[in-house]
T-cell receptor, first 113, second 116 residues
């Protein structure tokens, strides 16, 4: 069964600190992996997109990695800001249903001043 | 860039009311749109696939008579929650894909539905 497990479920860090969010998957095959940021009460916004053959992709303070051997992806946030408080969801294009997507449940990140 | 707009963003209404949510692709044509439901701290759950000019395809367990979907044009899909009850309270999100394929998939900003 194609699954996506994200960890931790919740994370609280101080402003300015770095953090890494994890995404373990069994989705196979897949075309690409996206990390989304979802602010409370808003729709998901794409941060990074990687194909299955890419290892890393950066977008400003966000860096996503993909290890096909261990079936793990991570999202590293550098120098966190209060506006980074949100849920972060990893989503695979592959293994899913009619929309072709397999969603993780997300990591709820809280940045404290 | 491509944008998907949802309206309204928040609805509060009495039990038994029918509520219509609109999803528009603002600068591209979307032959296919998707409707999701999201409970707190849960992932998006696909409810149905909305196809322009044809009937929607519903996921297992989703009542098609309860959640009416209409995709009358290439830029507009609507979801109507009929005779809404408190258990229908949730966050509803739509998404749209470009005409030529599945990339990229753009999400609307969601509609929070609260049934009293």
């Amino acid at each position: 069964k194609n699954q996506v497990e994200q960890s931790p479920q919740s994370l609280i860090i101080l402003e300015g600190k770095n953090c890494t969010l994890q995404c373990n998957y069994t989705v196979s095959p897949f075309s690409n992996l996206r990390w989304y940021k979802q602010d409370t009460g808003r729709g998901p916004v794409s941060l990074t997109i990687m194909t299955f053959s890419e290892n890393t992709k950066s977008n400003g303070r966000y860096t996503a990695t993909l290890d096909a051997d261990t079936k793990q992806s991570s999202l590293h946030i550098t120098a966190s800001q209060l506006s980074d408080s949100a849920s972060y969801i990893c989503v695979f294009l592959g293994g899913g249903g009619a929309d072709g997507l397999t969603f993780g449940k997300g990591t709820h990140l809280i940045i404290q001043p | 860039g491509a944008v998907v707009s949802q309206h309204p963003s928040w609805v509060i209404c009495k039990s038994g009311t029918s509520v219509k949510i609109e999803c528009r692709s603002l600068d591209f044509q979307a032959t296919t749109m998707f409707w999701y439901r999201q409970f707190p701290k849960q992932s998006l759950m696909l409810m149905a696939t909305s196809n322009e000019g044809s009937k929607a395809t519903y996921e297992q367990g989703v009542e098609k008579d309860k959640f009416l979907i209409n995709h009358a044009s290439l830029t507009l899909s609507t979801l109507t929650v009929t005779s809404a009850h408190p258990e229908d309270s949730s966050f509803y999100i739509c998404s749209a894909i470009l005409r030529e394929g599945r990339q990229p998939q753009h999400f609307g900003d969601g509609t929070r539905l609260s049934i009293l």
